[in-house]
């Protein structure tokens, strides 16, 4: 099994993914929180963020630049967005992903993607309805409906023989016709698994929505972040169907490790679809960016933000793949499916756990006790989960691992 010590020297990089944050004391939940009752870290050892979804890299430097120079100027009043931040993310779409013909009226900008949901839903939905997503889930989509009182149905993900997870249409559609369903949440690439849906795949989804008369909210922020030779097919784009049943929501906060200045923003072609969410959202008077934050979405959007973000998925992949062959190595009992996107790792211990007779709650607490800050998976509704992130310098993947083999899988 190959290892990359220095990914900077192998991968020849512009840019710098092998500095070790102090992130300490810095507005950071990664290292400052530990996500897990009654969980501590013993003496001698350092911390590992290895949990909530952000990354331990310094953002793009264009970001900072675009930042720095509005900063420059000393007012920050009342103002709307500009033409170049509409342009920025009409161009970003079409380099990144294809997308042709998207014009300034189908963007609307979103305190965050949760929002979003939160709006499409109780636009289209009344309290008590149900809400089809897959599982497994990521947490924030559950908390978010049950904080507006609407009714979760999940249809289970499975994996074929290749360990790749895979939809069940039939499940789909058996379970949106029971359930009097007209709404779905569609996550893609996926969180936690990672898979990155293939076009055919997404037709075959949306075909089953569009039988059954259902509306689709398609989480895209981690649409950037597809690994090795893996691409993003945005929803919207596999049919004139899928284009107008659809409210897409992006980002550039997973992206460019933005998530602390906040702001997303929608796709949505359709305008009844689109007023009808703008209204939802409109009705607290908070759902407006912060004037830096637009800033930084241009300068992530330039074209040294996708040099930048080309380098990253390169760090990612590497990363993924020397856990991925870690853990087959020497984790027995630990089961998971290669990532194709994201930077997060969904681990299966329920055969480690039988076998050594130990609870979940033990291993969890076992991997932090030695700095490795992961994260429980069973929220995500699996019931012997750990996720991990994995958007770290390489040589702290190294590090966690080591740790997790000599004191945790042993």
Same mark, same amino acid.
């Given at each position: 099994?190959?290892?990359?010590?220095?990914?900077?020297?192998?991968?020849?990089?512009?840019?710098?993914?092998?500095?070790?944050?102090?992130?300490?004391?810095?507005?950071?939940?990664?290292?400052?929180?530990?996500?897990?009752?009654?969980?501590?870290?013993?003496?001698?050892?350092?911390?590992?963020?290895?949990?909530?979804?952000?990354?331990?890299?310094?953002?793009?430097?264009?970001?900072?630049?675009?930042?720095?120079?509005?900063?420059?100027?000393?007012?920050?009043?009342?103002?709307?967005?500009?033409?170049?931040?509409?342009?920025?993310?009409?161009?970003?779409?079409?380099?990144?992903?294809?997308?042709?013909?998207?014009?300034?009226?189908?963007?609307?900008?979103?305190?965050?993607?949760?929002?979003?949901?939160?709006?499409?839903?109780?636009?289209?939905?009344?309290?008590?309805?149900?809400?089809?997503?897959?599982?497994?889930?990521?947490?924030?989509?559950?908390?978010?409906?049950?904080?507006?009182?609407?009714?979760?149905?999940?249809?289970?993900?499975?994996?074929?023989?290749?360990?790749?997870?895979?939809?069940?249409?039939?499940?789909?559609?058996?379970?949106?016709?029971?359930?009097?369903?007209?709404?779905?949440?569609?996550?893609?690439?996926?969180?936690?698994?990672?898979?990155?849906?293939?076009?055919? +795949?997404?037709?075959?989804?949306?075909?089953?929505?569009?039988?059954?008369?259902?509306?689709?909210?398609?989480?895209?922020?981690?649409?950037?972040?597809?690994?090795?030779?893996?691409?993003?097919?945005?929803?919207?784009?596999?049919?004139?169907?899928?284009?107008?049943?659809?409210?897409?929501?992006?980002?550039?906060?997973?992206?460019?490790?933005?998530?602390?200045?906040?702001?997303?923003?929608?796709?949505?072609?359709?305008?009844?679809?689109?007023?009808?969410?703008?209204?939802?959202?409109?009705?607290?008077?908070?759902?407006?960016?912060?004037?830096?934050?637009?800033?930084?979405?241009?300068?992530?959007?330039?074209? +040294?933000?996708?040099?930048?973000?080309? +380098?990253?998925?390169?760090?990612?992949?590497?990363?993924?793949?020397?856990?991925?062959?870690?853990?087959?190595?020497?984790?027995?009992?630990?089961?998971?499916?290669?990532?194709?996107?994201?930077?997060?790792?969904?681990?299966?211990?329920?055969?480690?756990?039988?076998?050594?007779?130990?609870?979940?709650?033990?291993?969890?607490?076992?991997?932090?006790?030695?700095?490795?800050?992961?994260?429980?998976?069973?929220?995500?509704?699996?019931?012997?989960?750990?996720?991990?992130?994995?958007?770290?310098?390489?040589?702290?993947?190294?590090?966690?691992?080591?740790?997790?083999?000599?004191?945790?899988?042993?």
């Amino acid at each position: 099994m190959q290892t990359y010590h220095n990914v900077t020297e192998v991968l020849k990089m512009k840019y710098d993914f092998t500095t070790i944050m102090d992130r300490a004391g810095k507005d950071s939940i990664a290292v400052d929180v530990i996500p897990f009752p009654d969980a501590g870290i013993q003496e001698g050892f350092s911390r590992l963020p290895m949990w909530v979804a952000d990354m331990n890299f310094a953002t793009a430097p264009s970001v900072l630049q675009h930042m720095r120079e509005r900063i420059e100027h000393p007012a920050f009043g009342y103002y709307n967005p500009s033409e170049e931040y509409y342009d920025s993310i009409i161009g970003w779409q079409e380099r990144r992903n294809g997308v042709t013909g998207l014009t300034r009226e189908a963007i609307g900008y979103e305190n965050g993607v949760l929002g979003c949901v939160s709006s499409a839903v109780q636009a289209f939905t009344a309290p008590g309805e149900a809400v089809l997503l897959h599982s497994p889930t990521y947490v924030g989509f559950t908390g978010t409906l049950e904080n507006i009182g609407r009714k979760i149905v999940l249809s289970d993900l499975n994996q074929d023989s290749d360990g790749i997870w895979r939809m069940d249409y039939a499940d789909m559609e058996r379970k949106i016709k029971e359930n009097g369903i007209h709404m779905a949440i569609f996550c893609t690439p996926h969180n936690p698994t990672g898979r990155v849906w293939e076009k055919e +795949e997404i037709e075959a989804a949306m075909e089953v929505y569009r039988k059954t008369d259902c509306l689709v909210i398609s989480d895209e922020i981690w649409s950037d972040l597809t690994l090795e030779e893996h691409r993003h097919i945005p929803t919207q784009s596999v049919s004139e169907d899928a284009k107008n049943r659809t409210v897409a929501v992006y980002a550039p906060t997973k992206t460019f490790n933005l998530a602390g200045l906040i702001g997303s923003y929608h796709i949505i072609y359709n305008a009844y679809l689109r007023e009808r969410v703008q209204r939802q959202s409109s009705l607290s008077h908070y759902n407006t960016m912060n004037v830096l934050s637009m800033h930084a979405l241009v300068g992530a959007y330039s074209q +040294e933000g996708g040099e930048w973000v080309d +380098e990253l998925r390169m760090v990612l992949t590497q990363n993924v793949q020397y856990a991925y062959g870690f853990i087959q190595e020497h984790f027995e009992g630990v089961e998971l499916a290669m990532p194709q996107g994201t930077y997060m790792l969904y681990l299966d211990c329920e055969k480690w756990c039988k076998k050594k007779q130990i609870t979940m709650d033990d291993l969890i607490r076992s991997g932090i006790s030695v700095g490795v800050i992961w994260q429980d998976g069973r929220p995500f509704h699996r019931p012997w989960a750990i996720r991990m992130n994995l958007a770290l310098p390489h040589s702290l993947v190294i590090e966690a691992f080591d740790r997790l083999k000599k004191h945790v899988f042993c």
